[in-house]
T-cell receptor
Framework: GAVVSQHPSRVICKSGTSVKIECRSL??????MFWYRQFPKKSLMLMAT?????????EQGVEKDKFLINHASLTLSTLTVTSAHPEDSSFYIC??????????FGQGTRLTVV | DAKTTQPTSMDCAEGRAANLPCNHS???????VYWYRQIHSQGPQYIIH???NNETNEMASLIITEDRKSSTLILPHATLRDTAVYYC?????????????FGQGTRLTINP
């Protein structure tokens, strides 16, 4: 299957700082990527749709100024958590779709805000 | 909202077949049934998908009822590494990007 890579896999940051998470499609181009968030023992919740060359589309209740998404190329989308607070601590996962093969997920990024 | 319902948890003995049910009574004619699984602290992994015919691949088999209102994922010879949360998702198969809406899934535990 296709490979989607996230970086970093784990990050700890201080409250009030910003953190950038990268999502790369390694062997295919993805005009659209998706960002999910997952709290412990809960399911994945879609946060936003990242569109190459245009603005991201956010799900209801997700603050676009808090979670900045940039999709500058066909293989890279970034999620920046701005002014992070402890309640932003979570597992963040991206996905990208390869034509005729379906959705592939990154390995996830565990963010801990202290 | 997710259009599927699954049991919260299931147990299965190692080496036996694990049968995971999923109800999707409101599925529409152009929607496929997808199965993913998530091992602890990893991203979801694709398992299998189907429309109305039963499907089989190297990982699992998918049995879809004739009315398409429910399906069963079968892991024929479960191993300890199959312990994971299994998600059943229905969606249309577009050429474009796939936004997946996850339900709560079934936490499958394989016991030695």
């Amino acid at each position: 299957g296709a490979v989607v890579s996230q970086h970093p896999s784990r990050v700890i940051c201080k409250s009030g700082t910003s953190v950038k998470i990268e999502c790369r499609s390694l062997d295919f181009q993805a005009t659209t990527m998706f960002w999910y968030r997952q709290f412990p023992k809960k399911s994945l919740m879609l946060m936003a749709t990242s569109n190459e060359g245009s603005k991201a589309t956010y799900e209801q209740g997700v603050e676009k100024d808090k979670f900045l998404i940039n999709h500058a190329s066909l293989t890279l989308s970034t999620l920046t958590v701005t002014s992070a607070h402890p309640e932003d601590s979570s597992f963040y996962i991206c996905s990208a779709t390869k034509a005729s093969q379906g959705a592939f997920f990154g390995q996830g990024t565990r963010l801990t805000v202290v | 909202d997710a259009k599927t319902t699954q049991p919260t948890s299931m147990d299965c003995a190692e080496g036996r077949a694990a049968n995971l049910p999923c109800n999707h009574s409101t599925i529409s004619g152009n929607e496929y049934v997808y199965w993913y699984r998530q091992i602890h602290s990893q991203g979801p992994q694709y398992i299998i998908h189907g429309l109305k015919n039963n499907e089989t691949n190297e990982m699992a088999s998918l049995i879809i009822t004739e009315d398409r209102k429910s399906s069963t994922l079968i892991l024929p010879h479960a191993t300890l590494r199959d312990t994971a949360v299994y998600y059943c998702i229905v969606r249309e198969l577009h050429q474009g990007a796939q936004k997946l809406v996850f339900g709560q899934g079934t936490r499958l535990t394989i016991n030695p």
